[in-house]
C-alpha cells in the first residue's frame, strides 16, 4: 500500500526503533512508579509477587488500552479535518476497510470542494445564494450497507446530512412531515418490509410535490425487469450493489459525485 510522506526525516525503521525505546522508557517509569520495590536481606523471605517482567506486562496492557482510545479520539479529529477512512487507514498502517472497522461511527467534515456550485456560484468566494449541506434520504432496511453507504458520504465531497429509516411507509412519513429537511437525493432499496422500493417509487414519482426529488436505486438486483421497472417509474439511477467493498464504497461515491456535486439539482419550494 502506498503511503504519504508524514515524516520525512526519517525512515520506517527509525521510526519502529524510537517507538521501541520511547515504550521501553515508559514502562519502566511507570512499573517503578506503581510497583514499590521487594524488601532485600536474609531477614525477607522471597518475593511472593509477581516478577518484575509480569508487572511491566501488565503496565504495557494499560499502555495499550491508553493508546487504542487516544488513537480513536485523533482518528475522529482527522476525520472532522477532512480525511477520510482512505486516509485513516494509510495514516494506521491498515487498508480502509480496516479503518472503519475499528472506527465505526466516524463523523466525517470533507474538505470545501473546488469545484463550482450548481448555477455557477464560487464556494471559496463567499458568492453563495444557498449555503448549506446537502440532505439526503437513504431507504435501506439492511443497518450493515447503510452504515456503508452513510460512512462512504460523509468521507466524500461536501458534508451531508443523512436521514435513514428502514422501509417507504417510514420514508413516506418523514418525506410528508411538515418542517422536514426536503432531500437533494433519495437513495432506495428495492427490498424491504412493508413498502419496498418498487412501491415507494411508484408513490413518489406520482406526487406532484416529491417527484422532483432524484432517486437512485441501489440495490443487490440485477434482474433486467427489476431494472426494467424502475426506469419505467421514472428512478434518475439504477445501481447494483457491488459484492466488492472498495467498489461498493466507489459506486456509492459516483452517486455522491454527479447528483451533489455534478448536477444542478431542482430549487427547493
Do not use: C
Not at 142 to 163: K, V
Not at 184 to 201: A, K, Q, S, T
Not at 205 to 223: F, G, Q, R
Request: aromatic residues 4%.
Amino acid at each position: 500500500m502506498a503511503r504519504n510522506d508524514f515524516v520525512t526525516s526519517l525512515t520506517e525503521q527509525q521510526l519502529d526503533e524510537l517507538a521501541e525505546t520511547a515504550i521501553a522508557g515508559l514502562t519502566d517509569d511507570l512499573v517503578a512508579r506503581v510497583f514499590s520495590s521487594p524488601p532485600t536481606g536474609p531477614d525477607h523471605p522471597a518475593d511472593p509477587r509477581p516478577a518484575p517482567s509480569l508487572n511491566r506486562l501488565r503496565i504495557l496492557a494499560h499502555l495499550n488500552r491508553a493508546i487504542e482510545r487516544r488513537a480513536r479520539r485523533e482518528a475522529a479529529h482527522a476525520a472532522q479535518a477532512g480525511a477520510g477512512y482512505p486516509q485513516l487507514g494509510e495514516a494506521w498502517y491498515i487498508t480502509r476497510q480496516g479503518a472503519r472497522r475499528r472506527w465505526p461511527g466516524l463523523v466525517f467534515t470533507a474538505q470545501p470542494s473546488t469545484r463550482p456550485l450548481p448555477g455557477g456560484h464560487d464556494r471559496n468566494s463567499g458568492v453563495n445564494n444557498d449555503p448549506r449541506t446537502y440532505d439526503v434520504l437513504l431507504v435501506e432496511d439492511d443497518e450493515a450497507d447503510a452504515m456503508l453507504i452513510e460512512a462512504a458520504l460523509h468521507e466524500h465531497g461536501m458534508a451531508r446530512d443523512i436521514h435513514h429509516v428502514h422501509d417507504g411507509l417510514a420514508a413516506l412519513q418523514h418525506l410528508r412531515t411538515p418542517g422536514a429537511p426536503r432531500p437533494d437525493l433519495i437513495v432506495l432499496d428495492l427490498n424491504m418490509p412493508r413498502m419496498n422500493g418498487r412501491e415507494l417509487l411508484a408513490v413518489l414519482k406520482a406526487d406532484e410535490t416529491l417527484l422532483s426529488i432524484p432517486i437512485v436505486v441501489l440495490t443487490t438486483s440485477s434482474a433486467p425487469d427489476d431494472i426494467k421497472a424502475a426506469y419505467h417509474q421514472h428512478a434518475n439511477a439504477y445501481v447494483t450493489k457491488p459484492i466488492n467493498l472498495d467498489d461498493f464504497v466507489q459506486a456509492v461515491h459516483s452517486i455522491d459525485t454527479f447528483f451533489l456535486d455534478t448536477a444542478v439539482p431542482p430549487r427547493r419550494p
